[in-house]
């Protein structure tokens, strides 16, 4: 039985198709880069200024001051603005059911860089927290190249 090429005129759909959902997941790992970037930013900048709570009100307003004046902490707002636009692509183009699990990549990525710069004690079991967290993303990640 020979094998039948598909006329050309379906070939540039099925390229456009492929190429639609590349650029949407790239868009889609552009935004969690920035949050996960934003989130780090941030608490780097939180430790840098000290604990917010405190029983005394004058010492709360100092402290709000102290992270008024902080760059890092506009830094990480900042990349958490990026990442809210390129989420806003993202939403545009790719069902939520698809799009917000994939930010479970955003959980993996904070538990490694949380450990790795911010020198954090990351315990075995969030590790198979995370782990787990992986296997459901890659589980949806199958999902979406068949929708």
């Known amino acids: 039985m020979p094998l039948e090429a598909p006329p050309p005129e379906v ?6 198709e492929h190429s ?11 935004s969690v880069s920035f949050a996960v970037a934003g989130q780090i930013t941030l608490k780097w900048a939180m430790d ?4 917010i709570g ?3 009100v004058s010492e ?5 001051l102290r992270a008024a004046r ?3 902490l506009w830094l990480g707002l900042f990349l958490f603005g990026v990442s809210a636009l390129f989420w806003l692509v993202v939403l545009s183009r790719v069902d939520l059911s698809i799009a917000y699990p994939m930010v479970g990549i955003s959980y993996i990525l904070i538990v490694l ?9 990351v315990p075995s079991l969030r590790w198979i927290g995370v782990v787990v967290v992986a296997l459901g ?10 929708t």
């Open 113 to 121: 860089f949380a450990r790795v710069f911010l020198n954090e004690d």
């Open 54 to 56: 405190s029983a005394q």
């Open 137 to 146: 993303i890659a589980i949806i990640g199958l999902s979406f190249k068949r």
């Open 11 to 16: 070939l540039p759909v099925a390229a456009a």
């Open 60 to 64: 709360a307003g100092d402290t709000l």
């Open 20 to 30: 639609g959902r590349a650029i949407s997941l790239i868009l889609l790992l552009v």
């Open 48 to 51: 840098r200024i000290g604990r």
């Open 70 to 72: 902080e760059p890092r």
